[in-house]
């Protein structure tokens, strides 16, 4: 990124508001610290030298000389940082002075959001490049990779919180802030409809989470779960029905499928699970022939709804031009 122009840096403002009661950073104030950055009611001391080596607009503004009437507290400058956030700061501070020598495997979600936040006004190339990095492998556009996390448990990049359900929603809303729209059939498929979502979303990702979970649903049934059918309502012909045609006891195998037809539909309760690997139990009382059978549709299945998955979500005609739309 090529530096910015004196005229698009952030402004220097007066300290604060008279009606503003400013507080000082509990963890990032430092005596040493060459510069006041005052974030909302919050300052922060820290050193210009630390700033300027991950920020190239910062740096360039360093370079500025100071004006007259620049505001001063205990001899050092303060900056104003309009439209930013505390909470942000903090986060990316807490990433510039680590208060352990490893950095935590699995960030937390606000953490990665401030950083891929302030590290695109402030162009923090390295820091952004790497809280993307932890997005995309948590939410992939891969379907090898999203077997790989499901089965290991998912969350293995990013830290859940509290609430898996409030960060999910709290990252379709980032993704759609900095347009990161490949990590968003992901993020749409895990964030189940119900009750207890509808006050997280926006009213036009409510819309496209309901009308893609209801796709999903029609779509399990002609993918997925399409060997539930009985072969003559199947393509039977073609092999990919139960009884299969390799089948050498097809009266056994239908009464397994209708058993398992009935606690398979029964447990999914209208809820998709269109890219859940294959489960053994769906396997009782068929012959090899069968399950193998079975399997075979099942897996063709979860490649065609993964496929079809930016489409469900009315995001793209496909992940190679979804991925097209990534602003990074």
């Not at 809303?173 to 990590?183: F, I, N, T």
């Not at 029905?241 to 009935?262: D, M, W, Y």
Request: aromatic content about 8%.
């Amino acid at each position: 990124m090529s530096s910015a122009s004196p005229t698009n840096h952030p402004p220097k403002l007066p300290i604060s508001e008279p009606s503003q009661t400013i507080i000082r950073s509990p963890d990032f104030f430092f005596e040493d610290g060459s510069i006041i950055l005052q974030v909302q009611s919050t300052q922060f001391r820290v050193a210009k030298s630390m700033l300027a080596l991950h920020s190239t607009v910062l740096r360039d503004m360093f370079t500025l000389p100071l004006p007259a009437n620049e505001p001063m507290v205990e001899g050092c400058p303060v900056v104003v940082l309009p439209g930013d956030t505390a909470e942000d700061w903090a986060h990316l501070l807490g990433v510039m002075y680590p208060k352990s020598f490893l950095r935590p495997k699995r960030p937390t979600f606000p953490s990665i959001a401030a950083v891929i936040r302030l590290g695109k006004k402030y162009d923090m190339a390295r820091f952004r490049q790497e809280a993307l990095a932890q997005l995309k492998s948590e939410f992939p556009s891969a379907l090898e990779d999203l077997d790989e996390l499901a089965a290991e448990g998912y969350w293995q990049y990013i830290h859940a919180g509290k609430s898996a359900k409030q960060t999910l929603a709290s990252a379709i809303a980032l993704a759609r802030e900095v347009s990161l729209l490949s990590v968003l059939p992901v993020m749409f498929y895990h964030l189940k409809p119900s009750d207890d979502t509808k006050a997280m979303l926006s009213l036009a990702d409510r819309v496209t989470q309901l009308e893609g979970h209801l796709a999903l649903l029609r779509l399990q049934e002609e993918t997925t779960m399409k060997w539930l059918r009985p072969a003559d309502e199947a393509d039977a012909d073609d092999g990919w029905g139960i009884p299969s045609n390799q089948c050498r006891h097809p009266l056994v195998c239908e009464a397994a499928l209708k058993q398992t037809a009935f606690t398979t539909l029964r447990s999914l309760k209208g809820k998709d699970y269109v890219l859940d690997e294959w489960s053994e139990e769906w396997e009782e009382g068929l012959c090899e022939n069968c399950r193998e059978t079975a399997k075979a549709i099942h897996e063709e299945g979860r490649k065609e709804c993964w496929r079809q998955l930016p489409v469900v979500f009315g995001l793209a005609d496909s992940w190679e031009e979804l991925a097209k739309l990534d602003f990074e």
